[in-house]
T-cell receptor
Framework: QQQVKQSPQSLIVQKGGISIINCAYE??????FPWYQQFPGKGPALLIA?????SEKKEGRFTISFNKSAKQFSLHIMDSQPGDSATYFC????????????FGDGTTLTVKP | DAMVIQNPRYQVTQFGKPVTLSCSQT?????MYWYQQKSSQAPKLLFH???????NEADTPDNFQSRRPNTSFCFLDIRSPGLGDAAMYLC????????????FGPGTRLTVT
């Protein structure tokens, strides 16, 4: 049973456009939802994260939108740049072992110049 | 100022020949994780340590073992590598069980011939 489902698998966006990646979760016990960015040959790095008591969080060009009733959350990258080309993973974890994340399958983003 | 260091970055081993991957951290974090990541897939948690307390995931094969001799170091031992064990192995840390942020190392790419 996959607890965190992520879509799309791959995404191509023009420079300056908006990239949107969606995730859905099943376990209502999750209470922390991070997004990780991974460049080829590197480990994932935390990009932005949200808790379910907040509907939106913005950091620079990156915004998480969270819909608790629908059990969905999404990452929006505004003004996408070629340097944003990477694989993005959504994840979910519980406060009882906060760092132990269940990951989505990842989205490979390509931003074309 | 590397925080999570993995050695070697690339490892080639023969089918059935034991191999050890190492991870060290300068963050003094209590929790250390080992993930397996196959091409175009999400990281899959193998096990984690909270201090010296070892926690194995239910579906981690017995072929995979781990040691944490002190706070800074953690090792992943693959006793008899099979072709299916070829993957990127990621080490990560978090401050303690309530800290949601994980810090990943760059990974070790394991090839099995």
């Amino acid at each position: 049973q996959q607890q965190v489902k992520q879509s799309p698998q791959s995404l191509i966006v023009q420079k300056g456009g908006i990239s949107i990646i969606n995730c859905a979760y099943e376990n209502t016990a999750f209470d922390y939802f991070p997004w990780y960015q991974q460049f080829p040959g590197k480990g994932p790095a935390l990009l932005i994260a949200i808790r379910p008591d907040v509907s939106e969080k913005k950091e620079g060009r990156f915004t998480i939108s969270f819909n608790k009733s629908a059990k969905q959350f999404s990452l929006h990258i505004m003004d996408s740049q070629p340097g944003d080309s990477a694989t993005y993973f959504c994840a979910a974890s519980r406060d009882t072992n906060a760092g132990k994340s269940t990951f989505g399958d990842g989205t490979t983003l390509t931003v074309k110049p | 100022d590397a925080m999570v260091i993995q050695n070697p970055r690339y490892q080639v081993t023969q089918f059935g020949k034991p191999v050890t991957l190492s991870c060290s951290q300068t963050l003094n974090h209590n929790v250390m994780y080992w993930y397996q990541q196959k091409s175009s897939q999400a990281p899959k948690l193998l096990f984690h340590y909270y201090d010296k307390d070892f926690n194995n995931e239910a579906d981690t094969p017995d072929n995979f073992q781990s040691r944490r001799p002190n706070t800074s170091f953690c090792f992943l031992d693959i006793r008899s590598p099979g072709l299916g064990d070829a993957a990127m192995y990621l080490c990560a840390t978090s401050r303690d069980r309530t800290a949601w942020e994980q810090y990943f190392g760059p990974g070790t790419r394991l090839t099995v011939t």
